[in-house]
């Protein structure tokens, strides 16, 4: 049998073989996932049946598929917990409300401290692009100049493609996609897909799922400042780290001889 996944009227579970490794039962849940598409998108799944299989790696297993492919996984306890939360929250908003009405109306800022607060968003702001600029100095190194960027919307010199630069964190669920090149200044969180048609660059931690050259032959890369992704994915070419990865400084990736490598810059 080895890996399945199985359908019914209320949700669907998935069943791993007690012979079946983890990384073989990883590896056969990656491909399902990949070949079905969006059809398990927002999926309950109601068990998951790996008896050969260590509590830590069901664990892991779980929080990929939940953070990559954005299914819940939900069984007996889940329900209870959901329920308790319902009735917690419906108590917090009654007594929220009952607070809101004693409380008076906060003060506005003066416009001193508007002013040093926008200075200091200015400094940081600096701060950052003058690390950008030293990050694509030394990721230019390493491409041969395959990508050029400009201060707020260029054109990849292989591929005329414009990029879209974020300034903010990514959460859990957020979704950015862009025909371009994406350059993101901050974090990108578990849980926070990138999909680029050129080429992907994180100002910041990189441990979401991020899919650069969609629908592009031309070479492209994933570059970031610090990087332990939950998937990455070049064209059609994807890996996922092993499970005891650790974080990468200042990491490119790129596909050599049809395979995922990594290079620090």
Known sequence: MGVEIKGQRDGFYIVIDKEVSFLEAREKLIRKFEESGN??????????????????????????????????????????KADADRKRAGSISETSRKNQSKEKPAESKK???SMEDIAISAKKLNEKLSSFDETIGKILKITNGESKFGETVSEA???????KFVFENMRSGAELEYD???VIFGDVNPGAKVTAGGNIIVMGNFRGMAHAGKKNDNPCFIAALKLLPLQ??????????????????????????????????
Do not use: C, H, W
């Not at 010199?157 to 990029?163: G, H, P, Q, S, Y």
């Open 39 to 80: 059809f398990f998108k927002g999926a309950v799944f109601l068990k998951f049946d790996a008896p050969g299989l260590l509590k830590r790696d069901v664990k892991y297993l779980r929080e990929l598929l939940e953070e990559t492919y954005n299914v819940v996984f939900q069984d007996e306890s889940d329900e209870k």
């Open 232 to 265: 990455i994915r070049i064209q059609d070419v994807f890996a996922v780290p092993p499970q005891d990865a650790k974080m990468i400084s200042n990491a490119m990736v790129k596909v050599k001889n049809g395979e995922i490598e990594i290079e620090q810059f």
């Open 157 to 163: 010199a292989d591929t005329n493609l414009k990029t």
């Open 111 to 113: 416009v001193g401290e």
């Open 180 to 182: 371009g090149n994406i």
